[in-house]
């Protein structure tokens, strides 16, 4: 049977309104007003729409991947802000976002710099920089001892980052950290890539200095996080992500739904996707592949509802968390139950 081609009256149903900044009032009107808008702007209050549906789902369990460096960009509190208010069920990020963030817990700040600064002079006074952005190197030493000393005292065997992740949670009771919010309400947290962060670094340390005392180190086992966050998909009704940029933590996510399948576990691809993110698709990149490309692999359900927006994360991401923050809904979080590393339930 031959395609129905649209007329052109049913191809022009929709007028674009123009953005009128006079009648705005909030974050949430802002976005709100960008849904009537064109190109990345609408794309944009789409995420934002496709994420407000997945926390209105009763279902649904939200995984939250975020990955770069945004604690030093500024997007801290916007994503603790996302966790305390029920918004995230399960969080993934990279180690940066981790260590960074644990490392204002500990007091210590972030400063504005320049992408043109003296990057020599700037290491004489071991100062790192991330962009526009300075942290500390000599803070970083003393957090990284710390790590060492805390790996000491956990039991020497295989963990996952779930686990190191709330045993270091709780220990600075920054309300601002993300780590700390997560370990507080029970939040899984898992950092995949935590080998490549100043995380990993200092628990190198502590596996060398074992190794030379002849002692059994405490170990990261990436493979037990498979484990743990496959059994939280497979335990949940639905379930939804928000990607913030890409990177590890999207495919991470993602990929679960084909492990639950080489398990020999019901298929159970993810019911709601956005994403935010500064890559596209052709230059073949997990990044910035969309998600009906990931549908090809069977990562998302055929009728997902799904939207991407390309734009740069400390941009897009208080808009989106704004917009559903704003929207006042008050979301139960669902509540992971663990014995090791089986996972009980999810409700």
Not at 244 to 255: E, F, H, L, M
Request: hydrophobic share 35%; net charge neutral; with cysteine.
């Amino acid at each position: 049977m031959a395609k129905k081609v649209p007329t052109k009256e049913e191809l022009t149903q929709v007028p674009i309104e123009h953005l009128d900044l006079e009648r705005i009032k909030s974050v949430r009107g802002l976005v709100e007003a960008m849904r009537r808008t064109s190109f990345q702007s609408r794309t944009l209050a789409m995420c934002a729409a496709v994420y407000e549906n997945m926390a209105a789902d009763p279902k649904c369990t939200i995984f939250l991947g975020v990955a770069g460096a945004l604690v030093a960009g500024g997007m801290r509190k916007v994503i603790r802000d996302l966790v305390e208010r029920g918004y995230v069920d399960v969080i993934v990020t990279t180690g940066a976002i981790a260590y960074h963030d644990w490392y204002e817990a500990h007091g210590h700040r972030h400063y504005s710099s320049s992408p043109d600064a003296d990057d020599i002079v700037l290491r004489k006074h071991f100062l790192d920089r991330v962009y526009d952005t300075l942290a500390d190197e000599s803070e970083f030493r003393i957090i990284d001892d710390e790590v060492a000393k805390i790996a000491d005292t956990m039991e020497p065997r295989a963990h996952s980052t779930r686990e190191f992740m709330a045993q270091i949670g709780k220990m600075y009771p920054d309300p601002n950290s993300i780590v700390y919010t997560c370990a507080k309400n029970g939040v899984p947290y898992f950092v995949p890539a935590l080998n490549d962060s100043s995380f990993g670094i200092a628990l190198t340390r502590h596996y060398m200095e074992r190794r030379r005392d002849q002692k059994e180190p405490m170990r990261i086992d990436p493979i037990r996080d498979n484990y743990e966050i496959t059994q939280i998909v497979a335990k949940s009704d639905a379930t939804g992500v928000f990607y913030v940029a890409g990177g590890t933590p999207k495919n991470y996510i993602s990929q679960t739904a084909v492990t639950m399948e080489v398990l020999g576990l019901p298929e159970k691809p993810h019911n709601y996707a956005a994403q935010i993110t500064t890559d596209v698709p052709h230059w073949g990149g997990l990044s910035g592949c969309t998600f009906e490309e990931s549908q090809s692999w069977g990562k998302f359900h055929k009728d997902a509802k799904m939207a991407q927006c390309i734009v740069e994360a400390t941009i897009g991401l208080p808009l989106v968390a704004g917009y559903v923050l704003e929207g006042g809904r008050k979301r139960k979080r669902k509540k992971v139950r663990w014995s090791g590393d089986e996972v009980v339930s999810v409700s």
